[in-house]
């Protein structure tokens, strides 16, 4: 008897990554994920997406310093992990002390096959902590060249 497995799609993809974008509030950015995930087929229902999110912010902020936050959610409604990279033209207040404008939106099915999840979560926090990616990633105007910084990410799976 044969088994296929299902080929995983990449985390991240040329597609998923913007710049120079005007979302005004975390409402618009939350909804502009889950709009181009399920545009793109990896998720299912746009909405869990975003409560997904508002879930997660509600536990604790995923902000971190210098302006870059790292929204996340796990719901069955995602059907291949991602992460989609947005880098808006001004900040977008993120809480009553954060504002943000650098956003690696972490999207991971609620199975959360071989932690997935947490190696993600790691390898885009330790891409973040090198001053050099960020200046990079913040002095980018082509997506590309963001993709060519952060493809290694298409190995955590």
């Known amino acids: 008897m044969f088994y296929w497995r299902k080929k995983m799609k990449n985390v991240v993809a040329e597609e998923m990554i913007f710049v120079n974008t005007s979302f005004n509030s975390q409402k618009d950015l939350f909804e ?6 399920f545009g793109l087929g ?7 997406v975003v409560d997904g999110f ?5 536990e604790y902020s ?14 069955e409604s995602i059907l291949d992990a991602s992460v989609i990279i947005i880098r808006n033209s001004e900040k977008v207040i993120w809480t009553e002390d954060e504002e ?4 690696f939106a972490l999207l991971v099915p609620e199975s959360n096959v071989n932690q ?9 926090a330790q891409l973040l902590l090198e ?7 913040r002095q980018a105007n082509d997506p590309s060249y963001i ?3 952060v493809k290694e990410l298409n190995t955590v799976l």
Not at 32 to 37: E, L, S
Not at 42 to 48: F, G, P, Q
Not at 131 to 137: I, K, L
């Open 131 to 137: 001053d050099e990616f960020v200046a990079q990633v």
């Open 42 to 48: 990896r998720t299912s229902d746009v909405k869990s």
């Open 100 to 103: 943000c404008d650098l956003f």
């Open 116 to 124: 997935m999840h947490i190696r993600i979560l790691a390898q885009v």
């Open 62 to 75: 995923t902000a971190m310093n210098d302006g870059i936050a790292i929204p996340h959610c796990r719901t």
């Open 54 to 58: 508002y879930h997660r912010e509600g």
């Open 32 to 37: 502009f994920i889950a709009d181009t995930a």
């Open 147 to 149: 993709f060519d910084l």
